[in-house]
């Protein structure tokens, strides 16, 4: 069965600081991954997804994420963050052919003035 | 505007009362799904569809039910059976067997017990 680990529960950023937030997948199949955020009462939105082709992808709001097949991780980042990007932040994995997803417990992203 | 609409944003249920939450999708997508997240937990898929009238069971279904008669709508029963059904519930949708499947989410509907 997959699984979607997300190591950190809350991390705090100072504005303007780099940040990381951590996945690590278990799936059989070659993996499809996705990076979302949720605001507190609001639906999730996609930041960003990988199916195939380069490793490092791009998303919104300035985020990108790289897979690393030999360490089964999918790692979001940003190089400088903001207030608003104060959410909570959740990792998915799928498969061709399976259309459901398995979600990690998500990362909470405190942000510092 | 396309997307994924839910209603209402936040449902009451007495003890013993059955209740249901409505998702609309007017993006022509095939396949629907409903989650139920609880603090801490992620989400949980609790059903799924991917075409009008056939559905399957997810992670978490006991307690729940639902119906797809229309491609644009998927709603989800919580019945008296479900003995903690305060959480936030979350519909989403997708093109099924696209080759980039990718779910969209809604607002979600928060339940809350009396």
């Known amino acids: 069965a997959q699984s979607v680990t997300q190591p950190d529960i809350h991390i705090t950023v100072s504005e303007g600081a780099s940040l990381e937030l951590r996945c690590n997948y278990s799936y059989g199949a070659t993996p499809y991954l996705f990076w979302y955020v949720q605001s507190p009462g609001q639906g999730l939105q996609l930041l960003l997804k990988?199916?195939?082709?380069?490793?490092l992808v791009q998303g919104i709001k300035g985020f990108e994420a790289e897979f690393k097949r030999s360490q089964s991780s999918f790692n979001l980042r940003k190089p400088s963050v903001h207030w608003s990007d104060a959410a909570e932040y959740f990792c998915?994995?799928?498969?061709?052919?399976?259309?459901?997803?398995?979600f990690g417990k998500g990362t909470m992203l405190l942000v510092s003035p | 505007d396309g997307g994924i609409t839910q209603s209402p944003k936040y449902l009451f249920r007495k003890e013993g009362q059955n209740v249901t939450l409505s998702c609309e999708q007017n993006?022509?997508?095939?396949?629907m799904y409903w989650y139920r997240q609880d603090p801490g937990q992620g989400l949980r898929l609790i059903y799924y569809?991917?075409?009008?009238?056939?559905?399957q069971k997810g992670d978490i279904a006991e307690g729940y039910s639902v119906s797809r008669e229309k491609k644009e709508s998927f709603p989800l029963t919580v019945t008296s059976a479900q003995k903690n059904p305060t959480a936030f519930y979350l519909c989403?949708?997708?093109?099924?067997?696209?080759?980039?499947?990718?779910?969209?989410f809604g607002p979600g509907t928060r339940l809350l017990v009396l």
């Open positions: 993006l022509n997508h095939d396949a």
């Open positions: 989403a949708s997708s093109i099924w067997r696209d080759t980039q499947e990718t779910q969209y």
């Open positions: 569809s991917q075409i009008v009238n056939d559905f």
């Open positions: 998915a994995v799928g498969a061709v052919g399976y259309s459901t997803l398995t």
């Open positions: 990988y199916f195939s082709g380069d490793t």
